[in-house]
């Protein structure tokens, strides 16, 4: 069964500093691994993934991530962090083998930009 | 393209009572997923439909129901509710499921 480990509850960075949100995870066959963000008082808004191809994957709001298949992480990365981008964050993970396997979420890292 | 949209947005119950919630997908997409957000347990996956079948399920107990309709609406039940039920329960639609998901707003649950 695959999973998902963020392993900080909060992350807190300087404006204009650059910002990483760790992520790693565990599947039996190749991961589909997503990045969400979570405003106050709002649903999950999607930021990126990886299915195949380029590790350095590029996304909305100036965020990217790398897919790092020997250290089975994925870590969420911007080079200068915006007081804007303070919100909670989500890992994901599903299987890309087994189709019908279900999506897992980490349980989330906030991040705290000051400014 | 509208978006996912989740009613209530919010609702107060009691101890005891059951509750329904509502989703309604992005228009063309067929597969809908419930999940569950607390403080402590962050998000977790109650199940998701896919073409009016139950696909994949949490580990929730048998309280915790759902149904996808013909026009891929979907609703969840909760029934005898605890207050360990209060949550905001996050709905999430895609064309087939193994691609991105897209998130409604949320229904709040408050079990007093």
């Known amino acids: 069964a695959q999973s998902v480990a963020q392993p900080e509850d909060q992350v807190n960075v300087a404006e204009g500093n650059p910002l990483t949100v760790k992520c790693t995870y565990s599947?039996?066959?190749?991961?589909?691994l997503f990045w969400y963000v979570q405003y106050p008082n709002r649903g999950l808004q999607f930021l990126l993934k990886y299915i195949t191809g380029d590790n350095l994957v590029k996304g909305s709001y100036g965020f990217e991530a790398e897919f790092n298949k020997s250290q089975t992480s994925f870590h969420l990365k911007k080079p200068s962090a915006l007081v804007s981008d303070s919100a909670l964050y989500f890992c994901a993970v599903r299987d890309g083998v087994n189709r019908d396997d279900k999506i897992i979420f980490g349980k989330g890292t906030r991040l705290h930009i000051l400014p | 393209k509208a978006g996912v949209t989740q009613t209530p947005r919010y609702l107060i119950k009691t101890r005891g009572q059951q509750v329904t919630l509502s989703c309604s997908p992005i228009?063309?997409?067929?597969?809908v997923s419930w999940y569950q957000q607390t403080p402590g347990q962050g998000l977790q996956f109650l199940f998701e439909y896919f073409s009016e079948t139950q696909r994949n399920k949490g580990n929730f107990p048998g309280r915790f129901s759902g149904r996808q309709f013909s026009n891929s609406r979907s609703e969840m039940n909760v029934s005898t509710l605890e207050l360990g039920d209060s949550a905001l329960y996050l709905c999430?639609?895609?064309?087939?499921?193994?691609?991105?998901?897209?998130f409604g707003p949320g229904t709040r649950l408050l079990v007093l």
């Open positions: 228009s063309g997409h067929r597969s």
């Open positions: 999430a639609s895609s064309l087939r499921g193994q691609e991105t998901q897209y």
């Open positions: 599947v039996s066959g190749n991961p589909y």
